[in-house]
């Protein structure tokens, strides 16, 4: 499995990528991996502040539906709406294409307590 070592982890097994005050966010391979196949991510929080640990949208996979928890707070910018037509991009490509939001922090020290790769590696135990 891959661990980008660039991006931060959530103990619930979300991505995140900073790039400066914005950030997006996914699910990890591991999670993904979990789940099994992706028919459907719904995110409806455009525009909202979600604070951290809370649901902004949930995954459906063929067997089970999931909920997404926002790792940082704050407004959440865009969807991605690649998901809508290929929700499977979560599966194939969970740290690329496979994105689900990007958003605006409210606050930047937060960053500072997500995981990196090898805390979240050790976590679910690979």
Not at 37 to 47: A, E, K, Q, R, S
Not at 81 to 108: C, F, H, Q, R
């Amino acid at each position: 499995m891959n661990f980008p070592a660039e991006l931060k982890y959530t103990k619930d097994h979300e991505w995140v990528r900073v790039e400066g005050n914005h950030a997006y966010v996914g699910i990890t391979e591991f999670a993904q991996h979990e789940l099994g196949d992706i028919v459907y991510v719904d995110i409806n929080t455009l525009g909202k502040e979600v604070a951290r640990e809370d649901v902004f949208g949930t995954v459906e996979a063929v067997k089970t539906v999931s909920d997404l928890f926002m790792p940082l707070t704050g407004r959440v910018l865009e969807i991605n709406k690649k998901l809508d037509a290929k929700p499977e991009l979560v599966n194939s490509d969970p740290y690329g294409d496979g994105w689900m939001v990007k958003i605006e922090l409210t606050d930047t020290a937060q960053v500072e307590e997500l995981l990196s790769a090898g805390d979240y590696k050790t976590q679910i135990g690979v």
